[in-house]
């Protein structure tokens, strides 16, 4: 409670922002100058007039916040109907663009997808200066050539350009603004930004030590390390989805918290500054390696809010770091209120932060059983009311399954990392130590594997009624204690006399002295 009291303004904030993103959705685009301007005005006075700590300041600074999501929102709306190509869309014109790959690009059954950046187009019709983002599928040869590609690549592609309709207009919470359907590949290079030349070497290392594993082992293992997951099984995304399982496939906070702990030790040895940069350093060549997935994000901003704070002497609640990371990465880019990944990431770490402690406090048992079981009870809290109204059902036995494989999600990311780089540094001189460097992470991603197969036979789906039933089953249940209670308590004040009970003090009081 007093975390949640010295907490309450950076809360306050961020459901101002998330309010003002519905509302700015509601209105639909416009420039909304009038309310940035507005908001940063807000926020201007509330720090010049040191109103930071009043209820005034407190008011002002969820209304800017308010302001500023709508504004934004707003914005980001306008600039998809407004952008140029989509005129071009419109009329399904034909054009030659160069294109920057964002993402690594995805096989479906009948074609490849990747979204990307347009550097070049033609006809221009204006997009040289806006840059807009678009998604480019391509079937056949081309789409065979596109997915040798990875993210930052520069494709230069003949195509023409069609609106979002259907499946794809999910794209337009990416900010993509149409479809480039490709004829052909008519050239590519690689890429030219520095944060993708740094983690695709790094990148490549890593899963190159993969090489020597079974094509099964090794799509999971590229999953739990840089959430690739093109090549797993649709079985056995399937498993892990019914086992409740689907978050190790992709990258996570987690994986974000070992890495940090496994150059912990080569950071220790510098200075405060020293290893301020170097954390962030890490973060960004780790985010750049798994693509910024939307986990990621929440996680990075965590850590380098936290790294900020350390590096200031002002350490920060737990709570304060997660609201602050979700509500600025919401005014960066609105859009991710759609992102199940993002929701299910900051409900997950708001369980842990405000369920974990009381919770392991409560529960009967050894340590070592207790604070696994707390932690995970407390994330699939946190994770349920966005898993019921997003997927319908959670698994019950999602609970068993995550305590089951909590112990080795940590030694499986830092046994693949580390393996993977030095297999893939050896891959060449010496193969057979290369493929040995893999098999802690082949051992333990069987385990995982297994128990999501197992798991997968007894899903126990549970869905909205069920956790109503509950709930009111609990609350049933404490009220009928509390009765009992109060009961108790009544028959033994009838049962003592007053007189007994006003003397008893005065009697115990007077035989001490």
């Keep these: 409670m007093t975390e949640l009291r010295h907490t309450a303004g950076p809360l306050a904030a961020l459901l101002g922002v998330v309010v003002g993103i519905v509302v700015g959705e509601r209105l639909g685009p416009a420039s909304a100058t009038a309310a940035i ?6 926020a ?57 790959l ?19 187009l033609e006809p221009a019709h204006g997009t040289r200066s806006s840059r807009p983002l678009i998604v480019v599928t391509a079937s056949r040869d081309a789409g065979s050539r596109l997915g040798l590609l990875e993210a930052g690549d520069r494709v230069v592609v003949e195509g023409r350009v069609r609106p979002l309709q259907g499946y794809d207009a999910r794209y337009r919470w990416r900010h993509a603004v149409a479809r480039l359907v490709v004829r052909e590949v008519v050239d590519a290079s690689g890429s030219r930004a520095l944060s993708t030349r740094v983690a695709n070497p790094v990148r490549h290392t890593v899963l190159g030590g993969t090489r020597f594993l079974p094509p099964r082992e090794r799509a999971l293992v590229s999953g739990f390390l840089v959430g690739d997951t093109r090549g797993v099984p649709r079985e056995t ?37 020293g290893r ?12 750049a390696l798994t693509r910024w997935q939307p986990s990621v994000l929440r996680a990075t901003a965590m850590a380098g809010i936290s790294m900020l704070a350390i590096f200031l002497g002002r350490p920060v609640p737990a709570l304060r770091v997660l609201t602050l990371a979700a509500g600025a990465l919401l005014l960066a880019d609105p859009f991710l209120v759609h992102s199940v990944g993002f929701l299910l990431s900051c409900g997950a770490c708001a369980g842990l932060v405000l369920v974990g402690a009381p919770l392991a406090q409560r529960l009967p048992g050894p340590d070592g059983l207790r604070q696994p079981l707390a932690m995970t009870a407390a994330a699939q809290l946190g994770v349920m009311p966005i898993a019921l109204a997003t997927f319908g059902s959670l698994p019950l036995i999602a609970l068993p399954a995550n305590l089951a494989v909590a112990p080795v999600v940590g030694p499986l990311t830092m046994a693949g990392l580390v393996g993977g780089a030095a297999g893939g540094l050896l891959s060449r001189r010496a193969p057979e130590v290369a493929a040995w460097c893999q098999l802690p992470a082949r051992l333990l991603v069987g385990y995982v594997e297994a128990v999501a197969n197992l798991a997968a036979r007894i899903p126990l789906p549970v ?3 069920s956790v109503w ?18 009961r108790r308590a009544g028959s033994v004040r009838r049962r003592c006399p007053p007189s007994v009970s006003a003397t008893a003090p005065t009697t115990s009081g007077t035989a001490r002295s």
Excluded: K, M, Y
């Design 37 to 42: 301007a507005t908001a940063a005005v807000l």
């Design 44 to 100: 201007v006075v509330t720090v010049v007039a040191r109103w930071r700590r009043g209820r005034v300041g407190f008011v002002c600074v969820t209304i800017a916040c308010g302001l500023a999501g709508c504004g934004f929102t707003q914005r980001a709306l306008h600039g998809i109907t407004t952008s140029p190509i989509s005129v071009l869309a419109g009329a399904r014109a034909s054009v030659t663009a160069t294109v920057t």
């Design 102 to 120: 964002v993402d690594d690009p995805v096989a479906g059954r009948f074609d490849v997808r990747a979204v990307a950046r347009v550097s070049a």
């Design 237 to 273: 995304t399937n498993d892990f989805r019914a086992a409740g399982l689907t978050h190790l496939l992709a990258v996570s906070g987690e994986n974000v918290a070992f890495v940090v702990a496994l150059v912990g030790p080569v950071l220790s040895r510098l200075s405060l500054r």
């Design 276 to 287: 301020f940069a170097g954390g962030v350093a890490v973060l960004f060549v780790f985010g």
């Design 463 to 465: 869905d909205g009624r």
């Design 469 to 486: 039933l509950v709930v009111a089953l609990t609350c049933a249940a404490r009220a009928a204690t509390l009765g009992v209670r109060w």
